[in-house]
């Protein structure tokens, strides 16, 4: 079965400093890791995925993760952190070799303070 | 380009009445598409998903059902509400191995 796991219900930063929002996975087979954000009363919107190739991944608004299979990770990063960037933060993983349904984590909430 | 449409918005019913909600997705043809729940502003719960009209699967026993009248349309149905269903519903599909988000339509049952 497919897990993911987001070890932090709250993530503060100040404005400015680098951030790091954290997800460790498991399935059976190989993996499709995603990050996504949710606004306040907004639909979540697609940051990044990893799917196979490069570990380190870029994405959307500067964020970029990284993919660490012996630690099964999925970390979100970004250098500098920007009060516009404060939201909730879901990880998502999808085993390629078990169908069609992607599992979310709990979600994140990342506060960047000015 | 791929576009998802998701309504109404916001809905307030009472206990007992029935339930509609609608998804329809534009730019893309036979996507799997997926309704979701999210109560409390945090974690997803998959409700049902489709991978083809009228294949559904449904992925926890609940007061709900979902049809797929057509390959690019996605209801959300309850014949009786419970209070136990208010929250964020979500519609989503899959495009190049990534799925994409409607807006969301808030329930509240009162």
């Known amino acids: 079965a497919q897990s993911v796991a987001q070890p932090e219900d709250q993530v503060n930063v100040a404005e400015g400093n680098p951030l790091t929002v954290k997800c460790t996975y498991s399935?059976?087979?190989?993996?499709?890791l995603f990050w996504y954000v949710q606004y306040p009363n907004r639909g979540l919107q697609f940051l990044l995925k990893?799917?196979?190739?490069?570990?380190l991944v870029k994405g959307s608004y500067g964020f970029e993760a990284e993919f660490n299979k012996s630690q099964t990770s999925f970390h979100l990063k970004k250098p500098s952190a920007l009060v516009s960037d404060s939201a909730l933060y879901f990880c998502a993983v999808r085993d390629y070799n078990y169908g069609q349904n992607f599992v979310f984590g709990p979600g994140t909430r990342l506060s960047v303070l000015p | 380009s791929q576009t998802i449409h998701q309504w109404p918005a916001t809905l307030v019913q009472p206990v007992g009445s029935p339930l509609s909600l609608e998804c329809t997705v534009e730019?893309?043809?036979?996507?799997?598409l997926y309704w979701y729940r999210q109560a409390a502003g945090r974690g997803l719960q998959l409700l049902f998903y489709s991978v083809g009209i009228g294949q559904i699967s449904s992925e926890v026993p609940q007061n709900l059902s979902a049809s797929r009248p057509q390959d690019r349309q996605f209801i959300l149905s309850s014949k009786k509400l419970l209070l136990s269903d208010s929250g964020f519903y979500l519609c989503a599909y899959m495009g190049g191995n990534t799925i994409y988000f409607g807006e969301g339509s808030w329930l509240t049952v009162v």
């Open positions: 399935v059976s087979g190989n993996p499709y």
């Open positions: 990893y799917i196979t190739g490069d570990n």
């Open positions: 730019g893309t043809s036979n996507p799997n």
